[in-house]
């Protein structure tokens, strides 16, 4: 009867144990057909690391502590392969950190997204993912030559990362990523350490976000979104400032949108977005996109996006995908 009754003891208690913590396998797989501007050429391809399997787990710590973490691996599906593993990029390119979150809100330890590389794309229908896509994100990421080991710009570091709870309708971030940093094993000094913070408010139909961040060329980014759900349709504004404080350019840019659900199935979204770098006076990005996007389920979706970009300077000014997206 002991035996029967330790037995019984042991196994509540794996239980209980395993019950406390998961792992979640996550991710989706988006392709199609593709055609960027510059030229005339369609492939099947993927459209800015769409695809991402993902591993992340949580553990119940007690007294509402909790340990978290994340693998996010960017995957092409056209190849098989990592995405960007041309450019150097790593396998867990989209995030790998370990973390706790409680009341006070989370805070990760590793690579991620920086504020400004997490937030910029507010503005665009689709966060910067279709080629119909006008974001004031474009600018940014290819500027921090101090930061790009491994392909990925100053959007993504090692660092340290934190979250607040949402009070009030407003939400905290902040990041750290100090000036030397390990890449593959090797010190590495950068020009500067990244410091970045946003500040974002959502409340019923209103949202709002500001975010300011420097970046290991010293480079200064300055943007502020904002959006108002009608009902009818969904308006997006955006601005975004960047400024490289020693020798580099100034690049400012601004973003329109909107999105019409049409039905519960389909919705409807435009986008005009310019940018011009103030430096040299040149136009980088004077685009009109619009798009449409079928959903079969919560999870699988058809959609079709095409953008003109007047200061593409040869080839095509037209870009267009047609695609089919599963998140899993």
């Not at 395993?18 to 050429?41: E, H, M």
């Not at 391809?45 to 993902?54: H, T, Y």
């Not at 474009?138 to 080991?149: I, S």
């Not at 999870?299 to 970009?309: M, Q, V």
């Given at each position: 009867?002991?035996?029967?009754?330790?037995?019984?003891?042991?196994?509540?208690?794996a239980?209980?144990s395993?019950?406390?913590?998961?792992?979640?396998?996550?991710?989706?797989?988006?392709?199609?057909?593709?055609?960027?501007?510059?030229?005339?050429?369609?492939?099947l391809?993927?459209?800015?690391?769409?695809?991402?399997?993902?591993f992340?787990?949580?553990?119940?710590?007690?007294?509402?502590?909790?340990?978290?973490?994340?693998?996010?691996?960017?995957?092409?599906?056209?190849?098989?392969?990592?995405?960007?593993?041309?450019?150097?990029?790593?396998?867990?390119?989209?995030?790998?950190?370990?973390?706790?979150?409680?009341?006070?809100?989370?805070?990760?330890?590793?690579?991620?997204?920086?504020?400004?590389?997490?937030?910029?794309?507010?503005?665009?229908?689709?966060?910067?993912?279709?080629?119909?896509?006008?974001?004031?994100?474009?600018?940014?990421?290819?500027?921090?030559?101090?930061?790009?080991?491994?392909?990925?710009?100053?959007?993504?570091?090692?660092?340290?990362?934190?979250?607040?709870?949402?009070?009030?309708?407003?939400?905290?971030?902040?990041?750290?990523?100090?000036?030397?940093?390990?890449?593959g094993?090797?010190?590495?000094?950068?020009?500067?350490?990244?410091?970045?913070?946003?500040?974002?408010?959502?409340?019923?139909?209103?949202?709002?976000?500001?975010?300011?961040?420097?970046?290991?060329?010293?480079?200064?980014?300055?943007?502020?979104?904002?959006?108002?759900?009608?009902?009818?349709?969904?308006?997006?504004?955006?601005?975004?400032?960047?400024?490289?404080?020693e020798?580099?350019?100034?690049?400012?840019?601004?973003?329109?949108?909107?999105?019409?659900?049409?039905?519960?199935?389909?919705?409807l979204?435009?986008?005009?977005?310019?940018?011009?770098?103030?430096?040299?006076?040149?136009?980088?990005?004077?685009?009109?996109?619009?798009?449409?996007?079928?959903?079969?389920?919560k999870?699988?979706?058809?959609?079709?996006?095409?953008?003109?970009?007047d200061?593409?300077?040869?080839?095509?000014?037209?870009?267009?995908?047609?695609?089919?997206?599963?998140?899993?």
């Open positions: 009867m002991k035996k029967t009754l330790l037995s019984v003891v042991i196994a509540t208690s239980c209980a395993f019950a406390q913590s998961s792992v979640t396998i996550s991710g989706s797989i988006d392709l199609g057909l593709y055609k960027p501007s510059g030229t005339n050429d369609v492939r391809d993927s459209v800015n690391a769409n695809s991402a399997l993902r992340s787990g949580s553990e119940d710590l007690g007294g509402g502590l909790r340990a978290n973490f994340m693998l996010d691996q960017r995957i092409s599906p056209e190849s098989g392969g990592a995405d960007g593993s041309n450019n150097g990029r790593p396998t867990f390119q989209g995030e790998t950190t370990v973390g706790l979150s409680g009341g006070f809100g989370s805070v990760k330890f590793g690579r991620a997204v920086t504020p400004a590389g997490a937030l910029l794309s507010l503005a665009d229908p689709w966060r910067n993912t279709r080629l119909g896509s006008a974001s004031v994100a474009a600018a940014y990421f290819v500027n921090a030559t101090a930061d790009t080991r491994d392909g990925a710009g100053f959007a993504r570091t090692d660092g340290i990362f934190y979250s607040s709870p949402v009070m009030g309708g407003f939400n905290l971030t902040a990041a750290y990523g100090p000036k030397t940093t390990a890449s094993g090797t010190l590495v000094q950068g020009l500067s350490s990244i410091f970045g913070v946003s500040l974002s408010y959502a409340n019923g139909p209103l949202g709002g976000t500001v975010i300011l961040e420097n970046n290991r060329d010293k480079g200064d980014v300055r943007a502020l979104f904002g959006n108002y759900d009608f009902g009818v349709a969904n308006v997006r504004a955006g601005w975004g400032e960047y400024k490289n404080t020798n580099g350019p100034k690049i400012a840019s601004w973003v329109l949108s909107t999105t019409v659900p049409v039905s519960s199935a389909v919705k979204s435009a986008v005009y977005g310019k940018e011009e770098n103030k430096t040299t006076s040149a136009t980088t990005m004077d685009k009109f996109g619009v798009g449409a996007e079928y959903a079969f389920s999870r699988t979706g058809l959609y079709f996006t095409a953008g003109r970009n200061a593409v300077a040869t080839g095509s000014k037209v870009s267009w995908d047609l695609g089919l997206r599963h998140t899993f």
